[in-house]
């Protein structure tokens, strides 16, 4: 308990510190060691039963008040983990992406490849409970990006592992890959039909090859795909209804449209 | 009548045929999928289905009597 009374009081002091030092060069550096090793401890006790619970309390508290220097070092430290570490850690490195990115919604965009790429890695893990952390993860990342200057530019960050994933011969990989895409299709804020549709065929290919492991969990994809407008549309509606009926009169055909511009002034 | 969504004409096509031919497959874990997709598909895309409606039944009725 001392102990972690003592941990919270130096890190109000670094947070004040980061503040008080930022125009100091030399200060920073200092600063983002003693949040490295900070880290690096918690992350540590992670691995022990008994200071699990409060590792893992440390961290989140350690993920709320970060620079965007801070923030690329915490991922850092994230990636680093590797298979030799305990499943726990493994579980919560994951889910701590989750909670990064939820935090840092606008330090989002930089770093996205490069957590994507490490999501898809970890797939490969033989415990199907850090496959599940994944898939949820990325559906979570899939949500808090923003649309992107390109149309679709946000989604082809995450299509394009996904699709590499797809192509090695690793069945967990494979099964994993398609369960994240179905995910990402089902949570991305920015559904841009052409780049939906690229899809398509590729999926198709993929069903058509023999040695693909995971049609069950491409065949989910499928479903996430065809649902794609459907539930969309009634998501927009209920957000801003009136300018949405006048998009979908023009967009959609009437017969279609009407029910659904009911719906809009129901509303 | 059309239903805009993002599968629609070709792809539609070349998504239906897909998991028609799954519905056949070897393993039951992907004929099982191939049902619940068909499932999703008709609930969302609804009347744009209408043209694949023969060879649907005919996929459906070969299995008929495959394990739940």
């Known amino acids: ?51 699990q619970q409060l590792a893992v309390e440390d961290l989140e508290r350690l993920a709320q008040g970060l620079t965007p220097e801070g923030l690329a070092l915490f991922l850092a430290c994230l990636y680093d983990t590797d298979a030799q570490q305990k499943s726990v850690v493994r ?21 996205l490849p490069k957590m994507v790429a490490n999501i898809v890695r970890r797939l490969k893990d033989p415990d199907s409970n850090i496959r599940d952390a994944c898939v949820d993860t990325i559906g979570i990342l899939a949500s808090q990006t923003g649309q992107g200057i390109e149309a679709g530019a ?12 797809l192509g090695e011969q690793h069945r967990n990989l494979q099964v994993g890959a398609s369960l994240c895409m179905a995910r990402v299709i089902d949570c991305t804020t920015d559904p841009d039909p052409p780049t939906l549709q ?70 | 009548m059309k239903v805009p969504g993002v599968v629609t004409g070709p792809v539609l096509a070349t998504m239906i045929t897909c998991v028609l031919e799954e519905l056949e497959n070897t393993e039951w874990a ?39």
């Open chain 1, 154 to 165: 946000s989604l082809n960050v995450f299509v394009k592992p996904l699709f590499e994933a």
């Open chain 1, 1 to 51: 308990m001392l102990f972690w009374v003592s941990e919270c009081g130096s890190m109000a002091q670094a947070r004040v510190g980061t503040k008080g030092m930022g125009r100091l060069s030399g200060g920073k550096g200092v600063v983002l060691i003693e949040l490295k090793n900070r880290i690096l401890a918690a992350l540590n006790k992670l691995s022990d039963r008994d200071t």
């Open chain 1, 91 to 111: 579980r919560e490195c994951i889910k701590l992406l989750g909670t990064l990115a939820t935090l840092h919604r606008d330090l989002l965009a930089s770093h």
């Open chain 1, 198 to 267: 690229l899809l398509c065929p590729r999926i198709a290919k993929l069903l058509g090859g023999s040695n693909f492991m995971g049609r069950a969990a491409l065949l989910t994809t499928i479903a996430s795909l065809s649902q794609v407008y459907v539930v969309k549309i009634v998501m927009v509606i209920s957000k801003h209804s009136a300018p949405c009926t006048i998009f979908l009169t023009f967009v959609l055909p009437k017969t279609f449209c009407f029910p659904l511009w009911l719906f809009g002034i129901i509303q």
């Open chain 2, 30 to 68: 992907a004929r099982k999928a191939a049902a619940d997709t068909l499932t999703c598909m008709v609930n969302a895309l609804g009347p744009s289905l209408n043209i694949f409606r023969a060879p649907c039944t005919t996929a459906l009725q070969n299995c008929r009597f495959d394990k739940v």
